[in-house]
């Protein structure tokens, strides 16, 4: 069963909060972004996932820790799924170490213009985590995080409809904030 990208679905990604701080004219560069998404490392990641393994998201330097607690938020929100998030270099210092690997899909969110010793981070602990590999797209970045951000919005959405769960509802934090009140 292919996936497919529809309009009001870009739209719902474009709703999500942190894009409420780009400007209307900007938008049209989001729709641009949002098709760049690639359905087959969507499709992929998904299989997995449908396995029922869980979620760890990588990201490939520090740079991207705001993107990858977004995604690990994502799936724990959307898809009410516990999910794990690290970013590269501090992976290889003790998380390499990690047995019973096959519980898991390592899901790395790389960015093209890494290079050097952090590529050669990237490139062995592959061969240890054998990631799902999401490239971001996009000629800054700014644009590849805002890629990364609308395809984690999709694929956690996605995952939360395969699994029968509205991605909108959040019962428990609500239930929370209202004890917390008492």
Known sequence: ??????????????????????????????????????????????????????????????????????????????????????????????????RDLEKFVFILLDDPVVRGQLRKQLDFSDKVFHFSRIELKGNSFLERVLYGLLLGSFLTREYARMRKQDFSQVERIKELKKYLKR
């Open 1 to 98: 069963d292919d996936i497919e990208i529809q309009p009001e679905v870009v739209k719902e990604m474009l709703e999500i909060p942190i894009l409420g701080v780009v400007p209307e004219k900007e938008k049209n560069t989001l729709l641009k972004v949002a098709e760049k998404i690639e359905k087959r490392e969507v499709r992929s990641v998904l299989e997995e996932l449908k396995k029922g393994k869980i979620p760890v998201i990588y990201g490939c330097s520090e740079r991207y820790q705001g993107l990858v607690l977004c995604w690990k938020s994502m799936f724990n929100e959307n898809s009410k799924v516990l999910c794990h998030a690290s970013v590269f270099s501090e992976v290889n210092h003790n998380e390499i170490e990690v």
